[in-house]
Protein backbone atom coordinates (compact mmCIF):
# COMPACT_ATOMS: atom_id res chain seq x y z
CA UNK A 1 0.00 0.00 0.00
CA UNK A 2 2.86 2.27 0.83
CA UNK A 3 5.07 1.48 -1.82
CA UNK A 4 7.01 -1.06 0.13
CA UNK A 5 8.14 -3.63 -2.38
CA UNK A 6 5.72 -7.30 -2.94
CA UNK A 7 8.21 -9.76 -4.51
CA UNK A 8 5.46 -12.52 -4.41
CA UNK A 9 3.25 -11.18 -7.22
CA UNK A 10 4.37 -10.83 -11.07
CA UNK A 11 2.92 -9.45 -14.24
CA UNK A 12 0.51 -11.94 -14.91
CA UNK A 13 -0.91 -11.43 -11.39
CA UNK A 14 -0.19 -7.37 -11.74
CA UNK A 15 -2.87 -8.28 -14.94
CA UNK A 16 -5.22 -10.30 -13.07
CA UNK A 17 -5.53 -7.31 -10.19
CA UNK A 18 -6.07 -4.78 -13.11
CA UNK A 19 -8.72 -6.56 -14.62
CA UNK A 20 -10.27 -7.17 -10.92
CA UNK A 21 -9.81 -3.17 -9.67
CA UNK A 22 -11.68 -2.11 -12.82
CA UNK A 23 -14.37 -4.84 -12.08
CA UNK A 24 -14.96 -3.57 -8.72
CA UNK A 25 -15.12 -0.53 -9.67
CA UNK A 26 -17.89 -0.66 -12.41
CA UNK A 27 -20.08 -3.59 -11.16
CA UNK A 28 -19.59 -3.67 -6.76
CA UNK A 29 -18.65 -0.24 -5.59
CA UNK A 30 -21.82 1.52 -7.23
CA UNK A 31 -24.27 -1.31 -5.80
CA UNK A 32 -22.91 -1.53 -2.38
CA UNK A 33 -25.01 1.45 -1.06
CA UNK A 34 -28.32 -0.14 -2.21
CA UNK A 35 -27.41 -3.88 -1.72
CA UNK A 36 -26.70 -2.58 2.31
CA UNK A 37 -30.43 -1.90 2.65
CA UNK A 38 -31.30 -4.62 1.30
CA UNK A 39 -29.35 -6.81 3.22
CA UNK A 40 -27.94 -8.96 0.91
CA UNK A 41 -25.79 -8.65 -2.98
CA UNK A 42 -27.66 -9.30 -6.56
CA UNK A 43 -28.06 -12.62 -7.49
CA UNK A 44 -27.11 -10.33 -10.75
CA UNK A 45 -23.62 -9.46 -9.26
CA UNK A 46 -22.57 -13.30 -8.90
CA UNK A 47 -23.96 -13.84 -12.40
CA UNK A 48 -21.48 -11.14 -13.44
CA UNK A 49 -18.43 -12.56 -11.37
CA UNK A 50 -18.51 -15.68 -13.07
CA UNK A 51 -19.04 -14.63 -16.27
CA UNK A 52 -15.99 -12.58 -15.46
CA UNK A 53 -13.67 -15.57 -14.16
CA UNK A 54 -13.51 -14.71 -10.90
CA UNK A 55 -15.22 -17.67 -8.96
CA UNK A 56 -13.78 -21.01 -8.90
CA UNK A 57 -10.63 -19.67 -10.41
CA UNK A 58 -8.56 -23.00 -9.25
CA UNK A 59 -11.26 -25.04 -9.90
CA UNK A 60 -10.03 -27.46 -13.31
CA UNK A 61 -11.58 -26.15 -16.43
CA UNK A 62 -13.73 -28.98 -17.05
CA UNK A 63 -16.46 -27.65 -14.60
CA UNK A 64 -15.71 -23.83 -16.04
CA UNK A 65 -13.12 -22.93 -13.33
CA UNK A 66 -9.95 -21.36 -14.95
CA UNK A 67 -7.48 -24.60 -13.36
CA UNK A 68 -5.29 -21.89 -11.92
CA UNK A 69 -3.42 -23.75 -9.42
CA UNK A 70 -1.72 -20.58 -7.93
CA UNK A 71 -3.64 -19.10 -4.57
CA UNK A 72 -2.11 -15.79 -5.50
CA UNK A 73 -4.75 -14.67 -8.19
CA UNK A 74 -7.63 -15.77 -5.34
CA UNK A 75 -5.53 -13.66 -2.47
CA UNK A 76 -5.28 -10.87 -5.24
CA UNK A 77 -9.15 -10.47 -5.99
CA UNK A 78 -9.69 -10.79 -1.85
CA UNK A 79 -7.24 -8.18 -1.35
CA UNK A 80 -8.64 -5.91 -3.48
CA UNK A 81 -12.28 -6.54 -2.31
CA UNK A 82 -11.30 -5.42 0.98
CA UNK A 83 -9.30 -2.10 -0.65
CA UNK A 84 -13.10 -1.40 -1.92
CA UNK A 85 -14.13 -0.87 1.74
CA UNK A 86 -17.43 -3.31 0.38
CA UNK A 87 -17.30 -5.40 3.30
CA UNK A 88 -19.99 -7.89 2.59
CA UNK A 89 -18.81 -8.84 -0.94
CA UNK A 90 -15.25 -8.99 0.76
CA UNK A 91 -16.71 -11.87 3.23
CA UNK A 92 -19.75 -13.53 0.87
CA UNK A 93 -17.96 -13.92 -2.40
CA UNK A 94 -14.28 -15.64 -1.30
CA UNK A 95 -16.62 -17.67 1.18
CA UNK A 96 -18.41 -19.10 -1.94
CA UNK A 97 -14.89 -20.01 -4.01
CA UNK A 98 -12.62 -20.39 -1.54
CA UNK A 99 -14.13 -22.22 1.60
CA UNK A 100 -17.07 -23.90 0.07
CA UNK A 101 -16.37 -25.24 -3.08
CA UNK A 102 -12.89 -26.63 -1.86
CA UNK A 103 -15.35 -28.86 0.04
CA UNK A 104 -16.87 -29.69 -2.73
CA UNK A 105 -13.27 -30.29 -5.34
CA UNK A 106 -11.43 -32.34 -2.62
CA UNK A 107 -14.30 -34.64 -1.09
CA UNK A 108 -17.41 -34.67 -3.25
CA UNK A 109 -18.39 -37.74 -5.63
CA UNK A 110 -18.19 -36.87 -8.99
CA UNK A 111 -22.00 -36.45 -9.26
CA UNK A 112 -22.39 -34.16 -7.13
CA UNK A 113 -19.22 -32.05 -8.36
CA UNK A 114 -20.15 -32.64 -12.10
CA UNK A 115 -24.10 -31.94 -10.34
CA UNK A 116 -23.15 -28.59 -8.81
CA UNK A 117 -19.30 -27.01 -9.59
CA UNK A 118 -20.04 -25.70 -13.12
CA UNK A 119 -22.98 -23.88 -11.24
CA UNK A 120 -21.28 -22.20 -8.56
CA UNK A 121 -18.17 -21.41 -11.63
CA UNK A 122 -20.86 -19.64 -13.58
CA UNK A 123 -22.60 -17.76 -10.57
CA UNK A 124 -25.69 -19.64 -10.76
CA UNK A 125 -25.93 -21.04 -7.67
CA UNK A 126 -24.43 -19.81 -4.31
CA UNK A 127 -22.45 -22.06 -1.98
CA UNK A 128 -22.69 -21.38 2.21
CA UNK A 129 -21.25 -23.43 4.78
CA UNK A 130 -23.15 -24.78 7.30
CA UNK A 131 -21.64 -25.51 11.10
CA UNK A 132 -22.43 -22.83 13.93
CA UNK A 133 -25.91 -23.98 15.76
CA UNK A 134 -27.89 -21.99 18.12
CA UNK A 135 -26.04 -24.44 20.82
CA UNK A 136 -23.20 -24.72 19.38
CA UNK A 137 -20.44 -22.37 17.99
CA UNK A 138 -16.87 -23.04 18.05
CA UNK A 139 -17.07 -26.44 19.96
CA UNK A 140 -18.37 -28.28 16.38
CA UNK A 141 -18.25 -31.61 18.82
CA UNK A 142 -21.65 -30.23 20.43
CA UNK A 143 -23.50 -30.07 17.09
CA UNK A 144 -26.59 -31.45 17.31
CA UNK A 145 -28.43 -32.10 13.62
CA UNK A 146 -28.75 -34.79 12.54
CA UNK A 147 -28.51 -37.83 9.76
CA UNK A 148 -30.21 -40.76 10.04
CA UNK A 149 -28.85 -43.52 7.82
CA UNK A 150 -32.21 -44.73 5.62
CA UNK A 151 -30.34 -46.94 3.17
CA UNK A 152 -30.35 -44.96 0.36
CA UNK A 153 -30.41 -41.58 1.54
CA UNK A 154 -30.31 -39.84 5.36
CA UNK A 155 -33.15 -37.57 6.78
CA UNK A 156 -31.61 -34.67 8.14
CA UNK A 157 -33.23 -33.00 11.19
CA UNK A 158 -32.17 -29.69 13.09
CA UNK A 159 -30.95 -26.21 12.21
CA UNK A 160 -27.99 -23.69 11.81
CA UNK A 161 -27.55 -20.27 12.41
CA UNK A 162 -25.30 -17.37 11.68
CA UNK A 163 -24.92 -18.91 8.11
CA UNK A 164 -23.36 -16.63 5.60
CA UNK A 165 -25.01 -16.66 1.62
CA UNK A 166 -27.20 -18.55 3.79
CA UNK A 167 -30.38 -16.62 2.31
CA UNK A 168 -29.04 -16.81 -1.32
CA UNK A 169 -27.91 -20.43 -1.00
CA UNK A 170 -28.53 -23.04 -3.43
CA UNK A 171 -26.28 -25.72 -2.21
CA UNK A 172 -25.27 -25.74 1.63
CA UNK A 173 -22.20 -28.15 2.82
CA UNK A 174 -23.77 -28.71 6.09
CA UNK A 175 -22.17 -30.33 9.44
CA UNK A 176 -24.45 -33.33 10.63
CA UNK A 177 -24.51 -35.65 13.51
CA UNK A 178 -23.84 -39.50 11.84
CA UNK A 179 -23.76 -41.11 15.13
CA UNK A 180 -25.14 -39.81 18.23
CA UNK A 181 -22.25 -39.32 20.72
CA UNK A 182 -19.88 -36.90 21.27
CA UNK A 183 -17.34 -37.52 18.95
CA UNK A 184 -15.07 -36.17 16.29
CA UNK A 185 -16.10 -39.25 14.45
CA UNK A 186 -19.48 -38.75 14.75
CA UNK A 187 -19.55 -36.30 12.37
CA UNK A 188 -20.32 -35.96 8.75
CA UNK A 189 -20.44 -33.62 5.97
CA UNK A 190 -23.36 -33.60 3.47
CA UNK A 191 -24.71 -31.16 0.55
CA UNK A 192 -27.90 -29.90 0.91
CA UNK A 193 -29.36 -28.22 -2.34
CA UNK A 194 -32.26 -25.74 -1.67
CA UNK A 195 -34.82 -27.51 -3.73
CA UNK A 196 -34.82 -30.49 -1.10
CA UNK A 197 -38.43 -30.55 0.76
CA UNK A 198 -37.88 -30.21 4.00
CA UNK A 199 -35.11 -27.28 3.89
CA UNK A 200 -36.27 -23.92 4.91
CA UNK A 201 -34.46 -20.51 5.50
CA UNK A 202 -35.22 -17.73 7.79
CA UNK A 203 -34.92 -14.24 7.43
CA UNK A 204 -31.84 -12.28 7.02
CA UNK A 205 -30.70 -11.13 10.36
CA UNK A 206 -30.43 -7.38 11.64
CA UNK A 207 -26.57 -7.54 11.86
CA UNK A 208 -24.51 -4.74 13.72
CA UNK A 209 -22.53 -4.50 10.85
CA UNK A 210 -21.53 -6.72 7.30
CA UNK A 211 -25.43 -5.46 6.03
CA UNK A 212 -25.03 -6.23 2.14
CA UNK A 213 -24.24 -9.72 3.58
CA UNK A 214 -27.21 -12.22 3.78
CA UNK A 215 -26.83 -13.98 7.12
CA UNK A 216 -29.75 -16.39 8.26
CA UNK A 217 -30.78 -19.52 9.70
CA UNK A 218 -31.24 -22.50 8.06
CA UNK A 219 -33.99 -25.10 9.29
CA UNK A 220 -34.25 -28.94 8.59
CA UNK A 221 -37.54 -30.80 8.63
CA UNK A 222 -37.25 -34.65 7.31
CA UNK A 223 -34.64 -33.55 4.77
CA UNK A 224 -34.05 -36.48 2.11
CA UNK A 225 -30.60 -36.24 1.05
CA UNK A 226 -28.84 -38.82 -1.25
CA UNK A 227 -25.93 -40.54 -0.35
CA UNK A 228 -24.65 -39.50 -3.30
CA UNK A 229 -24.51 -35.97 -1.25
CA UNK A 230 -22.13 -37.24 1.37
CA UNK A 231 -19.10 -35.65 1.14
CA UNK A 232 -15.93 -38.22 1.67
CA UNK A 233 -16.61 -40.54 4.12
CA UNK A 234 -19.21 -41.19 7.37
CA UNK A 235 -17.80 -40.06 10.26
CA UNK A 236 -14.42 -37.71 8.78
CA UNK A 237 -16.19 -34.54 8.57
CA UNK A 238 -14.52 -33.10 11.80
CA UNK A 239 -11.45 -34.16 10.34
CA UNK A 240 -12.42 -32.56 6.77
CA UNK A 241 -13.23 -29.29 8.49
CA UNK A 242 -10.38 -28.71 10.71
CA UNK A 243 -7.88 -29.41 7.21
CA UNK A 244 -10.18 -26.95 5.17
CA UNK A 245 -10.33 -24.27 7.79
CA UNK A 246 -6.77 -23.42 7.49
CA UNK A 247 -7.53 -21.84 4.28
CA UNK A 248 -11.05 -20.50 5.28
CA UNK A 249 -8.54 -18.70 8.37
CA UNK A 250 -6.33 -17.31 6.01
CA UNK A 251 -9.05 -15.87 3.85
CA UNK A 252 -10.27 -14.14 6.83
CA UNK A 253 -6.54 -12.89 7.58
CA UNK A 254 -6.19 -11.40 3.80
CA UNK A 255 -10.01 -9.77 3.87
CA UNK A 256 -8.93 -8.09 7.38
CA UNK A 257 -5.26 -6.52 6.45
CA UNK A 258 -7.04 -4.93 2.87
CA UNK A 259 -9.52 -3.77 4.81
CA UNK A 260 -7.70 -2.12 7.52
CA UNK A 261 -5.53 -0.76 4.62
CA UNK A 262 -8.85 0.82 3.22
CA UNK A 263 -9.71 2.68 6.63
CA UNK A 264 -6.24 3.55 7.17
CA UNK A 265 -6.26 5.25 3.36
CA UNK A 266 -9.95 6.61 3.77
CA UNK A 267 -8.57 8.32 6.97
CA UNK A 268 -5.19 9.79 5.51
CA UNK A 269 -7.57 11.55 3.20
CA UNK A 270 -9.99 12.80 5.60
CA UNK A 271 -7.33 14.33 7.93
CA UNK A 272 -5.73 16.04 4.75
CA UNK A 273 -8.79 18.16 4.59
CA UNK A 274 -10.23 18.48 8.11
CA UNK A 275 -9.19 21.85 9.41
CA UNK A 276 -9.44 22.55 13.63
CA UNK A 277 -7.74 25.62 14.82
CA UNK A 278 -7.11 27.27 11.46
CA UNK A 279 -4.50 24.08 10.23
CA UNK A 280 -5.01 20.67 8.89
CA UNK A 281 -6.00 17.90 11.48
CA UNK A 282 -2.90 15.90 9.51
CA UNK A 283 -0.60 18.70 11.24
CA UNK A 284 -1.03 17.76 14.73
CA UNK A 285 1.28 15.32 16.36
CA UNK A 286 -0.97 13.06 18.06
CA UNK A 287 -2.71 12.70 14.24
CA UNK A 288 0.56 11.67 12.80
CA UNK A 289 1.84 9.74 15.25
CA UNK A 290 -1.52 7.53 15.04
CA UNK A 291 -1.55 7.13 11.23
CA UNK A 292 2.56 6.31 11.60
CA UNK A 293 1.75 3.55 14.09
CA UNK A 294 -1.37 2.17 12.01
CA UNK A 295 1.03 2.25 8.63
CA UNK A 296 3.80 0.26 10.54
CA UNK A 297 1.52 -2.41 11.87
CA UNK A 298 -0.16 -2.70 8.70
CA UNK A 299 3.00 -2.77 6.31
CA UNK A 300 3.76 -6.23 8.93
CA UNK A 301 0.83 -6.93 7.91
CA UNK A 302 0.81 -7.25 4.89
CA UNK A 303 4.40 -9.00 4.83
CA UNK A 304 3.05 -11.34 7.14
CA UNK A 305 0.32 -12.34 5.14
CA UNK A 306 2.32 -12.19 2.05
CA UNK A 307 4.48 -14.85 3.57
CA UNK A 308 1.29 -17.65 4.50
CA UNK A 309 0.11 -16.86 0.87
CA UNK A 310 3.33 -18.30 -0.42
CA UNK A 311 3.72 -20.78 2.26
CA UNK A 312 -0.37 -21.80 1.35
CA UNK A 313 0.50 -21.96 -2.37
CA UNK A 314 3.54 -24.81 -1.46
CA UNK A 315 1.62 -26.46 0.94
CA UNK A 316 3.16 -25.63 3.59
CA UNK A 317 0.30 -23.71 5.38
CA UNK A 318 -0.90 -25.63 8.84
CA UNK A 319 -3.71 -24.79 11.05
CA UNK A 320 -1.80 -22.99 13.85
CA UNK A 321 -0.29 -20.80 11.33
CA UNK A 322 -4.09 -19.88 9.88
CA UNK A 323 -5.11 -19.44 13.07
CA UNK A 324 -2.05 -16.98 14.11
CA UNK A 325 -2.94 -15.01 10.66
CA UNK A 326 -6.54 -15.31 11.38
CA UNK A 327 -6.29 -13.81 15.72
CA UNK A 328 -3.37 -11.19 14.69
CA UNK A 329 -5.08 -10.21 11.76
CA UNK A 330 -8.56 -9.31 13.14
CA UNK A 331 -7.55 -7.73 15.93
CA UNK A 332 -5.36 -5.40 14.21
CA UNK A 333 -8.37 -4.79 12.14
CA UNK A 334 -10.47 -3.97 14.85
CA UNK A 335 -7.62 -2.12 16.19
CA UNK A 336 -7.45 0.11 13.09
CA UNK A 337 -11.03 0.83 12.99
CA UNK A 338 -11.52 2.25 16.54
CA UNK A 339 -8.59 4.37 15.60
CA UNK A 340 -9.62 5.89 11.92
CA UNK A 341 -13.14 6.38 13.46
CA UNK A 342 -11.38 8.03 16.38
CA UNK A 343 -9.36 10.58 14.04
CA UNK A 344 -12.40 11.42 11.93
CA UNK A 345 -14.47 12.72 15.18
CA UNK A 346 -18.29 13.07 15.76
CA UNK A 347 -18.21 12.48 11.42
CA UNK A 348 -16.53 9.11 11.99
CA UNK A 349 -19.90 7.61 13.87
CA UNK A 350 -22.15 9.11 10.90
CA UNK A 351 -22.95 5.90 8.63
CA UNK A 352 -22.70 7.62 5.18
CA UNK A 353 -18.59 7.70 6.01
CA UNK A 354 -16.84 4.59 4.92
CA UNK A 355 -15.23 3.91 8.29
CA UNK A 356 -18.49 4.26 10.26
CA UNK A 357 -19.81 1.28 8.36
CA UNK A 358 -16.08 -0.42 8.31
CA UNK A 359 -15.91 0.17 12.04
CA UNK A 360 -19.04 -2.11 12.37
CA UNK A 361 -18.49 -4.60 10.00
CA UNK A 362 -14.96 -5.18 11.53
CA UNK A 363 -16.54 -6.41 15.15
CA UNK A 364 -17.45 -9.76 13.64
CA UNK A 365 -14.42 -10.62 12.14
CA UNK A 366 -13.01 -11.46 15.56
CA UNK A 367 -16.06 -13.95 16.09
CA UNK A 368 -16.54 -16.20 13.29
CA UNK A 369 -14.59 -18.87 11.13
CA UNK A 370 -13.59 -19.95 15.08
CA UNK A 371 -13.06 -16.97 17.74
CA UNK A 372 -10.40 -15.35 18.31
CA UNK A 373 -10.45 -17.19 21.78
CA UNK A 374 -10.05 -20.96 20.13
CA UNK A 375 -7.54 -19.42 18.04
CA UNK A 376 -5.15 -18.81 21.15
CA UNK A 377 -5.95 -22.35 22.53
CA UNK A 378 -5.37 -23.89 18.51
CA UNK A 379 -1.94 -21.97 18.87
CA UNK A 380 -1.08 -23.06 22.30
CA UNK A 381 -1.69 -26.81 21.09
CA UNK A 382 1.46 -26.37 18.23
CA UNK A 383 3.34 -24.74 21.22
CA UNK A 384 2.96 -27.21 24.16
CA UNK A 385 2.79 -30.15 21.65
Known amino acids: MFGLPRTLYNDDHELFRESVRAFIEKEITPHNAEWEKNKMVSRESWKKLGENGFLGIQAPEEYGGMGINDFRFTAILIEELGLSGCSGPAI??????????????????????????????????????????????????????????????????????????????????????????????AISLLLVDKDMAGFKKGVPFEKVGLHAQDTCELFFDNVKVPKENVLGKVGEGFKYLMTELAQERLVVALAAVALGEYMLKSTIEYV??????????????????????????????????????????????????????????????????????QLHGGYGYMWEYGVARAYADARVQRIYAGTNEIMKELIARKILK
Open 92 to 185: GYPLHSDIVMPYLLHYATQGAKEKYLPKMISGEYIGAVAMTEPGAGSDLQGIRTSAEDMGDHYVVNGSKTFITNGYLSDVVVVAVKTEQKRSSK
Open 272 to 341: KERKAFEKSISEFQNTRFKLAEMMAALEQGRIYSDHLVMLHNEGKLDSAMASAAKYNMTELQCKVADECV
